[in-house]
Every structure is written in C-alpha cells, then in structure tokens.
C-alpha cells in the first residue's frame, strides 16, 4: 500500500472539522514547502548535488531546522543508494513518509488530567505569543465538554494583562481571579486555588508574567507560583505549557530550548500556525525537543484551538498529493 493510501485510511474516522481545521491552518506552510518541493522535483527531476542542496534551502525556509534538514538530507542520500532512485519523482513518498515519522515521534499523549479532583495547568512564555489567548481557547474548550473552570491572572507586571483574561473570561462564561496590577502573583495563585477548590471546579487555568529563562527574577518568581500550587494541591501543576508563537520560526525553537524542561515544561502550544508559511517549526520541534506538541492555533474563532495531531498535520501538509493519486487511481 502506497504511502499517501496509508495515510488517508490512518486519519479515517477523524471528524471532518478536525481535518478541515488542519488543512485550512496549514494553507500557508503548504504553498512554502510542499509545492516547491513538487516544482522541485518536476523541474529537476535527476538527483544530484544541485537537486540535495534546492531541497535543503527549501526545508530549512520552511523552518524545518537545520539540524533536522542535515538529518534528514543524509537520511535520503541512503535511501537513494540503497534502492538505487535515479528519478527525483520516486524520491516523493520517502521524503513525506520522512517527515511523517519524524512528526509522530511518541504518540502524543495528551493532556495529563488530574484522576481525581482539580487539574492545574500552568501557561509559560515570552509577551505576546498568544497565551492569554490559548487559556481563554482552552477555557472554551474544558467549557464544551462540560467541565467547569477558573482562570487565575498571575500576569501583573504586564499593563493591560488582566482586563485581556477578563476579557475572555466574559466572552466564555467563566470567572477570573485577580488582584490588582503589580501584585504578588504568587499571592494570586494562592487565592485561585482556594476559590477553585471552595466552588470544586474541574480546570484551574493559570497565566503567568511574560519571561524568560535568563531573566532571573522571573523565573524565582516561576517557582514560587510553583511552590504555593504544590503547598495547596501536592500533584499540581499537571501541566506547564509553554506557548509559542510559529510565525517566529526558529526564535520560537530558541524559546523552547531556553525554557526546556529546566523549568518544569511538560508541553508546548504552538499558536498562529495558520499565519505563518514556517509550518515547518513543528518537524523541528518534534525532533530536537523531548517536549510534546499539545495544541496548535490554526485561526481566530474558539475552535481554532486544535489537540496537535501528527496524522492530521502531515494529512494537511500533503492534501494535494493525496488528492492526486486518488484522481490518478
């Protein structure tokens, strides 16, 4: 069975919103990388030095990383020698299937959700990446399914932070614990989880200061958030996700290696990826981090806060090809 076959039977039974939504956030990553990858191969169409070099300029504009484009591109030289491919156009389905097992990695496993009582996640990350955003997509999100939530502003350094949550606490329908700009955050954090543990709700979602992890007082600030939420709730938090922003490319790699799993990092959360033709961040994510993707933004509305999915993705990233061998069979 072809590749592309597999592919479209192993995402079977995904709902159609879901496939829509990664195909539509990934438009722009498809134009930069997949399709120049196709001109690639119909202009070329021998394989030689020239050819190795066009697809590594390609994969590193993407964003895939030069770490895993070296990888990759020594990965196909063997494959070429092994099967012997003199034509570029074989050299397709071994690149995507490539970048597909790199993109799957460990099957993602999640969010790590408390098995009995009050889960505590903790959003990480530099200004302006999106995370007040991401906690109000995800309050949205714990919301349909029925789960109750809280959100904790814990960013007071930054103006205009707390009306930001406020904000989406009103446009989703759930409270917002605060004290006033320049607090403690940590004093915040304490006072969130009395009140969530008062009214027993499911998802306490907390935002943090903008920081980092150079930034010393910051991240002393960071582990006191963390000492008072382990004082109150002795398993919490289950998850430290750190937001990124895609459109950033290897910046956004940068931020995660800075951060790392130093402070106490259990996942990322990629936004703007529909924004961005440098889709190809999250291939190098997935290969030169031991962090999970958990969440991709792929537009503005609620929903748009997608569980990263590495069948979806690579699905999305190949759309046209798969459609063309359907046509072709």
């Known amino acids: 069975m072809s590749f592309f076959k597999r592919l479209k039977e192993s995402i079977a039974g995904k709902t159609e919103a879901v496939t829509t939504a990664f195909k539509e956030g990934l438009a722009k990553t498809r134009t930069a ?10 202009r070329r169409k021998k394989i030689d030095e020239e050819f190795y070099e066009e ?21 196909l030289r063997k494959e070429v020698k092994k099967q012997k491919i003199e034509d570029a156009s074989d050299l397709q389905p071994i690149l995507s299937e490539k970048l597909s097992s790199l993109l799957r990695g460990e099957e993602n496993p999640g969010l790590n959700m ?20 991401t906690i109000g997509k995800l309050a949205h999100r714990f919301k349909s399914e029925g789960k109750s939530v809280l959100l904790a502003a814990g960013d007071t350094f930054r103006a205009g932070a707390i009306e930001q949550l ?69 398993d919490a938090p289950h998850e430290v996700l750190l937001v990124l922003d895609a459109t950033t490319g290897q910046n956004a790699l940068s931020q995660a290696k800075l951060f790392g799993e130093k402070s106490g990092v259990t ?63």
């Open 166 to 234: 406020e904000v989406w606490g009103q446009r989703v329908g759930v409270d917002v614990i605060k004290q006033q700009s320049g607090s403690d955050p940590a004093a915040v954090m304490f006072d969130a989880v009395q009140a969530a543990k008062q009214r027993g709700v499911d998802v306490l979602l907390c935002d943090t200061a903008g920081r980092l992890q150079n930034k010393t007082n910051l991240m002393e600030e960071l582990n006191k958030i963390f000492r008072v939420i382990r004082r109150e709730v002795p």
């Open 55 to 75: 697809l590594e300029e390609i994969l590193i504009g993407a964003d895939v990383g030069v770490t895993t484009v070296m990888e990759l591109i020594e990965e």
């Open 33 to 42: 990388f997949v399709e120049k990858v196709e001109e690639l191969i119909t």
């Open 114 to 133: 408390s098995p009995s009582g009050m889960t505590v996640i903790l959003f990480v990350g530099v200004n302006g990446v999106g995370k007040t955003t």
């Open 267 to 329: 996942g990322l959360v990629l936004t703007k990826l529909d924004g961005t033709a440098k889709g190809g961040i999250v291939i190098a994510i997935r290969n030169e981090l031991n962090l999970p993707v958990k969440f991709v933004g792929l537009g503005e509305k609620m929903s748009d806060l997608q569980a990263f999915d590495a069948e979806q993705f690579v699905h999305a990233l190949f759309a046209g090809l798969v459609q063309k061998e359907e046509e072709e069979v």
